[in-house]
């Protein structure tokens, strides 16, 4: 019987993605995926360090399988991901954490493999971080989580160093693939079924600065658009100050690419903006939802809102949602502030109190569920197209899927994962829609 393994992925699709190419490797080298962490001899946590409740709950892990281990010396403990990027947190696991085996960064996963090799054979621990990206590694083999709708990298890193945020110093500067490879990789994907594809990146926006050949994003959609057998096209994140005319004109012009952007706002106040070094304005930004909307009537917009910014006012927070009023968001990501060692931000004065954050917090959450609802009532009645991802999460009698609007849908149906049906809308509910599938 084959050694099992176990990923366990914390944070954003950026690091589902690394672990699903950490999967790819470890298949490759004959290990195939545990159930549970006490049955498995491989253990990986892929981590995140965008906000501190997410270094909490690793370290939490970690306290766990402090115990696995001793029951289980012959257990491989690797760690990786954005918090390895971190001296600081290196040196807590060195110390608190011995019996881990492995810790690598965002820039050696390629590595993986043969630190495995050395592990078994020496079982000390290793640390192989690199401070800065080497070249990007292409054709690592990856094992997809769902083959109907595949996540592709497109560029690594990000320049932005917005004042709250640690990507920037965790996975260093913005690199981008080539088109080629991109492209390649989308068509053999097409070719064995899948049919939908998510281009990740810190900022795709700003896709194609670092290439020898010079394109851009939006080039690059008008390529993806026209490989066969792919019907959807999604992609994250945007980046308000990159957003630019040509690219919106894509937007309308590409029909595979779905009505629906993420477009991370962070703040209605100008002034808060300009703390978190944002490089636009309120004014800009409702511009471009304004020109979204003029090539694209029923798009979606989905975005990221932080709470409780140092320094914030109740004069910003109500900009916020004076802001969020005039969008009318389809969905929002909210998040209370919170201070990341080594970010500008965290040396500023004017903290927000705790209690008043949260109230800001519930404030903008209720603002943000009220449209929700709104928007998705609009839709009872209505006809959709729903691409299948599986069984329903809450009803195993049901499917689920997302609408180009990325709505997601329960429905009855007898189609098979990966077919677009329709189907008519019959339920809205706040975070997802009701359907019946219109079988033929
Ligand atoms: N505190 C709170 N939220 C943060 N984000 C990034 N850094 C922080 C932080 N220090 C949020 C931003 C970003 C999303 C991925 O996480 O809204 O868009
Ligand atoms: Fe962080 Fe800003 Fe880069 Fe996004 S654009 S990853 S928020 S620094």
Redo the contacts with the bound molecule.
């Keep these: 019987m084959s050694k099992k393994y176990l990923i366990t992925t914390f944070g954003?699709q950026m690091n589902e993605h690394d672990s699903e190419k950490l999967a790819g490797m470890l298949e490759n080298m004959g290990y195939s995926e545990g159930e549970t962490l006490e049955t498995s001899d491989i253990i990986v946590l892929n981590t995140c360090s965008?906000?501190e409740n997410a270094d909490l709950s690793f370290f939490g892990k970690l306290g766990y399988l402090k115990n696995l281990k001793k029951n289980h010396p012959d257990l491989t403990i690797s760690v990786c991901g954005c918090m390895m990027q971190q001296p600081h947190i290196v040196e807590t696991v060195k110390k608190k954490y011995p019996f881990v085996d492995i810790v690598f960064g965002t820039h050696n996963l390629h590595e993986f493999p043969q630190m495995l090799i050395e592990s078994l054979s020496n079982r000390e621990l290793s640390v192989h971080v690199w401070n800065e990206e080497g070249d990007i590694v292409e054709d690592l083999p990856v094992k997809r989580k769902l083959e109907t709708k595949a996540f592709i990298t497109i560029m690594y890193g990000c320049n932005n160093f917005?004042t709250?945020?640690?990507?920037p110093f965790t996975r260093g500067r913005e690199r981008s693939r080539k088109p080629e490879d991109i492209i390649r990789e989308i068509t053999e994907l097409a070719q064995n079924g899948t049919k939908e594809i998510m281009l990740l990146g810190q900022n795709v926006n700003s896709y194609g600065k670092t290439l020898e050949n010079r394109m851009d994003f939006a080039d690059l959609l008008y390529q993806i658009n026209e490989i066969k057998y792919l019907e959807r096209i999604r992609f994250m994140?945007s980046h308000p100050k990159d957003l630019s005319e040509k690219l919106i004109k894509a937007f309308g012009a590409c029909e595979k690419v779905c009505n629906h952007i993420h477009l991370?706002v962070?703040s209605g106040s100008n002034r808060i903006l300009k703390l978190m070094n944002r490089q636009y304005t309120k004014e800009h930004y409702l511009q471009l939802i304004e020109k979204l909307r003029m090539v694209d009537k029923n798009i979606a917009i989905s975005t990221?809102?932080?709470v409780g910014f140092p320094g914030e006012t109740e004069e910003d927070f109500a900009e916020t949602l004076d802001l969020v009023k005039k969008v009318r968001y389809d969905s929002a990501?909210t998040?209370?502030?919170?201070?990341?060692k080594g970010?500008p931000?965290e040396k500023y004065e004017d903290i927000i109190d705790e209690d008043i954050k949260h109230k800001r917090f519930n404030q903008l959450l209720k603002t943000l569920n009220d449209i929700t609802q709104e928007k998705n009532l609009l839709y009872e009645g209505e006809m959709v197209d729903v691409l299948i991802e599986g069984k329903s999460k809450t009803d195993e009698t049901k499917l689920s899927g997302r609408t180009t609007t990325n709505k997601l849908v329960n429905f009855k149906s007898n189609s098979k994962e990966g077919k677009i049906v329709p189907v008519r809308i019959t339920k809205a509910r706040t975070f997802s829609l009701e359907g019946e599938a219109i079988e033929n």
């Design positions: 954003c965008v906000r917005c709250y945020c640690i990507v994140t991370p962070q990221d809102i932080i990501f998040f209370l502030y919170s201070p990341r970010t931000a």
